[in-house]
């Protein structure tokens, strides 16, 4: 059965970190692109970083470019969110998905809103930054 699971969201003050994890089921985590996404309230789901299955070269948008940064836990198969400098406008529902096609592909995706070419979503996980 395929599965993402997010977790590690809360609460935190403007210039806080946080982390956030995304657990895949193996042959999800192998095979597939992870994208990460958010969702504040009223607005477009937003692409924000697209991170490859080999792990190389993670794709960033320019609203978290420079702030936030990923690892990965290859034992765990786990994706890490690693987000710094945070600004009350980065509230919002984080979520990570996978993604089949090609890296490339799978940017335009992400830039999109992802409502095409993820196939698989985690639930979820609530990010609250307060100025």
């Known amino acids: 059965r395929v599965q993402l699971v997010e977790s590690g969201g809360g609460s935190v003050e403007a210039g806080g970190s946080l982390r956030l994890s995304c657990a895949a089921s193996?042959?999800?985590?192998?095979?597939?692109?992870i994208g990460w996404f958010r969702q504040a309230p009223g607005k477009e789901r937003e692409g924000i970083v697209l991170?490859?299955?080999?792990?190389?070269?993670?794709y960033y948008a320019d609203s978290v470019k420079g702030r936030f940064t990923i690892s990965r836990d290859d034992t765990q198969s786990t994706i890490y969110l690693h987000m710094n400098t945070l600004k009350s406008e980065d509230t919002a529902v984080y979520y990570c998905?996978?993604?089949?096609?090609?890296?490339?592909?799978?940017?335009?995706?992400?830039?999109?809103?992802?409502?095409?070419?993820?196939?698989?979503w985690g639930q979820g996980t609530q990010v609250t930054v307060s100025s």
């Open positions: 998905a996978a993604c089949a096609a090609g890296f490339s592909s799978c940017v335009n995706y992400l830039l999109n809103g992802g409502s095409a070419g993820f196939g698989y």
């Open positions: 193996g042959p999800v985590y192998l095979s597939n692109h």
């Open positions: 991170v490859h299955a080999s792990g190389d070269s993670p």
